[in-house]
């Protein structure tokens, strides 16, 4: 039980440094959203070397290696794998300063209703009776945004269509999640770099012009840094189900940072379109919550086996 309260504090406490880390970005510039993603991936890469060691896990990080020498196709594979989550980061630091905060936040609300089609069109899972509702209400709120605008934002699109093929990728490789997000960050490292010394102003002269972001950029990888771990840390801790369902406080805590601090204007309009979608998330994580909950209650009323 008491490691069960840690994670669900851990969990919330790492979807609220993501939301700070999303208006954080803001106060940043001259720094631009790509400059700001290149430096997370830099700055990460040696606390998450420290987390895979505190989890003895670079056993399974050598086996990998070796696997990428007997298998040179994997290489394609693990390419594909950063690229798709390199956009998302790259996404979520780009957004907040181009007024795509809250096209960012529909996308990750829209995200489960996706990644449960994903489940029944590719795998086979069958939808329950509330999820079949869910996805259809949701449907209405998309629908109201497409006669609204006639499109769909591009930034909620990539979102809510370009998670499912990273984790259909995962589920292919059959790797760990250290392991993967390792790989994954050391695949980005290149571009970052690239992207940091390309820039027209070098970064020495950048920070010499700008003392204030050398105490800045580090912040921002101990923030960021520290919203992984948590993160990490409660995956271990908690039941997936229960992970999964804490999940849904990050969307909403990005929703107000791009609503109430960047203040991004939602039109009367498009109310229309956040309360079904709000309504479909609900009902999942409802669904989510009850079934954990009744599993929680069978695990205890199972009798153990007698020594």
């Not at 970005?25 to 993603?37: M, Q, W």
């Not at 020498?69 to 390419?79: A, D, E, H, N, V």
């Not at 998302?88 to 995200?111: C, H, R």
């Not at 948590?230 to 189900?241: D, E, T, V």
Request: charged share 10%; hydrophobic share 55%.
């Amino acid at each position: 039980m008491q490691s069960m309260r840690q994670g669900v504090a851990l969990s919330v406490l790492s979807s609220f440094l993501f939301a700070t880390l999303y208006y954080y970005t803001t106060v940043l510039p001259p720094l631009k959203g790509t400059e700001v993603f290149a430096w997370r991936v830099l700055l990460c890469l040696p606390v998450l070397a420290l987390v895979i060691h505190r989890a003895r896990g670079w056993h399974e990080i050598a086996v990998l290696h070796a696997r990428l020498r007997r298998q040179p196709g994997l290489w394609l594979l693990f390419l594909l794998s950063a690229s798709l989550i390199g956009m998302q980061l790259w996404l979520f630091a780009w957004a907040p300063l181009n007024q795509k905060g809250l096209d960012v936040s529909m996308g990750y609300f829209l995200l489960p209703m996706v990644m449960v089609l994903v489940g029944r069109l590719f795998y086979g899972e069958r939808l329950s009776r509330v999820q079949t509702i869910a996805v259809l209400v949701a449907g209405l709120g998309v629908a109201h945004e497409l006669w609204r605008l006639g499109s769909f934002s591009w930034a909620t699109a990539l979102v809510m269509f370009g998670y499912p093929p990273y984790f259909m990728l995962r589920r292919r490789l059959r790797i760990g999640s250290l392991s993967t997000l390792w790989f994954d960050m050391l695949f980005m490292t290149p571009a970052a770099l690239f992207i940091l010394m390309s820039q027209d102003v070098s970064v020495l002269a950048q920070f010499s012009q700008f003392p204030r972001l050398f105490g800045q950029v580090p912040l921002l990888g101990l923030i960021s840094s520290a919203a992984l771990v948590a993160y990490i840390s409660a995956s271990r801790l908690l039941p997936l189900g229960l992970f999964g369902i804490l999940g849904y406080v990050e969307p909403v805590l990005l929703f107000w940072v791009a609503f109430l601090f960047l203040h991004e204007a939602v039109s009367y309009q498009a109310w229309f379109t956040y309360v079904p979608i709000w309504i479909a998330v609900v009902l999942i994580a409802g669904e989510g919550a009850m079934v954990w909950r009744q599993f929680g209650k069978t695990k205890k009323e199972t009798p153990r086996p007698k020594a």
